[in-house]
T-cell receptor
Framework: EPEVTQTPSHQVTQMGQEVILRCVPI?????FYWYRQILGQKVEFLVS????????KSEIFDDQFSVERPDGSNFTLKIRSTKLEDSAMYFC???????????FGPGTRLTVL | RKEVEQDPGPFNVPEGATVAFNCTYS??????FFWYRQDCRKEPKLLMS???SGNEDGRFTAQLNRASQYISLLIRDSKLSDSATYLC?????????FGAGTQVVVTP
């Protein structure tokens, strides 16, 4: 069964450093998403991406965040200058339609020291 | 008011019993509705989509009431492996809003 994959599984970084989180969505999906979950809290929407551009973003997704689809398979989330409060689990998801079911990757646990 | 509200539980359920819980959502323009399950420190896994006509998948039955803006989930013949946090999820133009989850603990 096709699945979303994410790398790395755990990333530790110093405050102020840049991080890039990587995702490989399900191959025939066209809609891509990033969510985050701070420990003990609910899953929060960050951004949606379709046709090589951002469709929607949340208030969390400020200028420090960017997304890119650098090739036909990868989808990345970059945080330019990490803050302590960026520590969270980051989930990538994909779907084959704008309102269809979304399938989540296993997540990247980001720890900012 | 929270976008999606759920009873956090925990719901302690004897193995083989039936458990039901629901959630409410605030945005009447919501377009899509789902139940996901999440095991500790893992990703949300899709359990089922939810429709106004109601839908069933094995031991799981989900129902959507658009007029009252609530979504329900019923689990029959609970298994130990059903222990998890169940996330009520509401979508609009692909943006998913998650509830904080209802914890279910199935006991032998």
């Amino acid at each position: 069964e096709p699945e979303v994959t994410q790398t790395p599984s755990h990333q530790v970084t110093q405050m102020g450093q840049e991080v890039i989180l990587r995702c490989v969505p399900i191959s025939n999906h066209l809609y891509f998403y990033w969510y985050r979950q701070i420990l003990g809290q609910k899953v929060e929407f960050l951004v949606s991406f379709y046709n090589n551009e951002i469709s929607e973003k949340s208030e969390i997704f400020d200028d420090q965040f960017s997304v890119e689809r650098p090739d036909g398979s990868n989808f990345t989330l970059k945080i330019r200058s990490t803050k302590l409060e960026d520590s969270a689990m980051y989930f990538c998801a994909s779907s084959d339609g704008g309102n269809n079911e979304q399938f989540f990757g296993p997540g990247t646990r980001l720890t900012v020291l | 008011r929270k976008e999606v509200e759920q009873d956090p539980g925990p719901f302690n359920v004897p193995e083989g019993a039936t458990v039901a819980f629901n959630c409410t959502y605030s945005n009447s323009a919501s377009q899509s509705f789902f139940w996901y399950r999440q095991d500790c420190r893992k990703e949300p896994k899709l359990l089922m989509s939810v429709y106004s006509s109601g839908n069933e998948d094995g031991r799981f039955t989900a129902q959507l009431n658009r007029a009252s803006q609530y979504i329900s989930l019923l689990i029959r013949d609970s298994k130990l492996s059903d222990s998890a946090t169940y996330l009520c999820v509401v979508g609009r133009w692909g943006k998913l809003q998650f509830g904080a989850g209802t914890q279910v603990v199935v006991t032998p």
